[in-house]
């Protein structure tokens, strides 16, 4: 079959620059998947690995007092989980947890959110409006992303956390708040301030108990742990009946870097458990992103011949006539390859 050759040439020739890893054992894929039988973590926070341990003695020596915690940590490594839980183990945890993201509002409007305004105190302001600090007022209040706070907004923010007062935005009126203050940044506050883009004395009154998240890149031990918390609870969601994941798959997931960190691998097993067609998740089931950057290739000659079909398909819109034209084959012999692996696309054409 002249078809059959050329294909399986166009796929070894995708795959022969990965050929040269190898692949894990399967046994120490089963003892991988073995370790996460029982679930581990601290509140909502899941994760086994030393690094996170020390995290969970933080917390809980950190919670019952009223100390500023500095949370730092890349983008999706589980910043307000933390925060959350600081406050839930604290005297404060009946009273308001109030969020608010400094990233999310340009300065003008930041001040604004942050200590509230009284009428008239800008175009628009047609009524007084409590700020966020009054709403937690008793409570805890999270910071996230300070390290986007404007200089006006940080000099008022430095004299809250000296004296927990404030005035409304066009108002002269002192209030003062009884408010636990957390903060999180994914930037070096420290070489922000070097930078002159953070006020040194605010840093200091903040920074009094600093608390790091690791990378999920530097607790890879956590991935299948997390991976399969994912999968539950997803599938319950979506109500699919998947409780496996192959072993081709996990090793995709173990060998990717997670730049957008545990957010990412959520967003990842959840894009799997929707395009799932059979019991387990499997490694074409996973975003592109997360098969392309894996320098494993896939383990039998089947699933490297279906996981190239299915990246043309993908570019192609699902359209196999498109797809056997580029790939320079006849649509039955794309067919076959899916009806063979039980594969139907997300459309038809």
């Known amino acids: 079959h002249p078809e059959k050759i050329q294909f399986l040439t166009l796929i070894l020739n995708q795959n022969a620059g990965a050929l040269g890893r190898a692949l894990l054992h399967e046994e120490e894929m089963e003892a991988l998947q073995g370790r996460v039988e029982t679930a581990a973590g601290f509140g909502e926070i899941i994760g086994k690995d030393p690094k996170m341990q020390k995290v969970y003695k933080l917390i809980e020596d950190v919670a019952p007092t009223d100390a500023t915690v500095l949370i730092q940590g890349e983008s999706g490594t589980g910043k307000e989980l933390v925060a959350r839980a600081v406050h839930r183990l604290s005297p404060r945890r009946d009273q308001p947890f109030v969020v608010i993201n400094c990233s999310a509002y340009p300065a003008t409007l930041l001040e604004s959110e942050l200590f509230g305004h009284e009428k008239g105190a800008f175009t628009g302001a047609t009524r007084q409006k409590p700020g966020r600090f009054e709403q937690a007022n008793g409570g805890t209040i999270f910071l996230d992303e300070i390290g ?16 927990r007062r404030f005035e409304r935005l066009g108002g002269e009126k002192t209030l003062n708040i009884d408010v636990r203050i957390l903060a999180a940044t994914n930037k070096d506050l420290k070489q922000e301030v070097g ?10 009154r903040l920074n009094v108990i600093p608390i790091t998240l690791p990378p999920l890149r530097e607790r890879q031990n956590d991935i299948p742990l997390l ?18 994941m192959s072993s081709g798959a996990m090793r995709l997931l173990l060998d990717y870097s997670w730049p957008g960190n545990v957010r990412e691998l959520e967003n990842s097993i959840e894009h799997a458990v929707v395009l799932a067609k059979g019991r387990q998740l499997e490694p074409w089931d996973l975003p592109l992103a997360v098969q392309r950057h894996s320098p494993i290739p896939p383990r039998t000659m089947a699933e490297r011949e279906l996981q190239a079909l299915l990246e043309i398909l993908e570019e192609c819109g699902w359209n196999k006539k498109l797809a056997a034209r580029r790939l320079g084959v006849s649509r039955s012999t794309i067919y076959a390859i899916l009806k063979r692996h039980k594969i139907t696309g997300p459309t038809t054409h």
């Not at 986007?148 to 004296?163: C, M, N, S, Y």
């Not at 399969?228 to 109500?239: I, V």
Request: no cysteine; charged share 25%; proline share 5%.
């Open 148 to 163: 986007e706070i404007p200089p006006t907004a940080q000099i008022k923010l430095l004299r809250v956390l000296q004296t």
């Open 195 to 204: 930078k002159g883009n953070f006020r040194e004395d605010l840093y200091y």
């Open 227 to 244: 991976s399969h918390h994912f999968l539950r609870h997803f599938a319950a969601q979506k109500g699919k009946d998947l409780a496996e």
